[in-house]
């Protein structure tokens, strides 16, 4: 009996110890836009309204965050007939070869209370490169209580020549800049 009664100190603190938190991407309250100069002298935006995605945040351990999200690339809105079809077409996102866009990142380091930058991997045309994530907390996380909803805003900037999408390159900007608007739920 001794040796049990060393064990329960153990296990009262393994269940005072806050557990990892795991969060739904809500599809629904969810956006992505990437924006691109145009001609060099305006810009068009393109949107990708289905996305999914779970977050793993082990609790007072945000730097052992998971995030994995993956977009419906055939659900692609853009601002016009003939941008959407390039857009879809094998010169850029080639959604018949490649219907998803995904992003799965590794690791949350905080600057302030709701700012952070989280690294990653993109993965869009079947080409894999480095990203990270700037991302800002609509409340700080640290504070957030078990069941509550989070939501944030990421900025990435990427090189679309970097995912083999070099046509247009005249007309079309090099540079894409990506906005994600995300509610999260616990599940």
């Known amino acids: 009996m001794g040796r049990y009664l060393f064990a329960l100190p153990a296990l009262i603190l393994l269940a005072a110890a806050p557990l990892s938190e795991r969060y739904l ?9 990437a924006k691109v100069a145009f001609f060099g002298l305006a810009s068009k935006t393109a949107r990708f309204p289905k996305i999914s995605g779970t977050a793993l945040i082990p609790a007072g351990d945000p730097a052992n965050m998971t995030l994995d999200v993956t977009i419906d690339a055939r659900a692609l809105e853009a601002p016009d007939r003939v941008t959407l079809s390039r857009l879809r077409g094998p010169k850029f996102f080639w959604v018949e070869k490649y219907p998803t866009v995904t992003f799965s990142g590794q690791g949350l380091t905080m600057r302030d209370a709701r700012a952070g930058k989280v690294s990653g991997n993109l993965t869009a045309r079947g080409v894999t490169r480095p990203v990270e994530l700037e991302v800002v907390f609509d409340d700080p996380p640290a504070l957030a209580k078990s069941g509550e909803t989070l939501g944030l805003t990421a900025t990435t900037r990427i090189n679309r020549r970097d995912f083999g999408m070099k046509s247009y390159s005249l007309i079309v900007g090099k540079m894409v800049d990506i906005k994600i608007r995300s509610r999260m739920r616990p599940g």
């Open 25 to 33: 991407l809500q599809s629904e309250d969810s956006d992505v836009s």
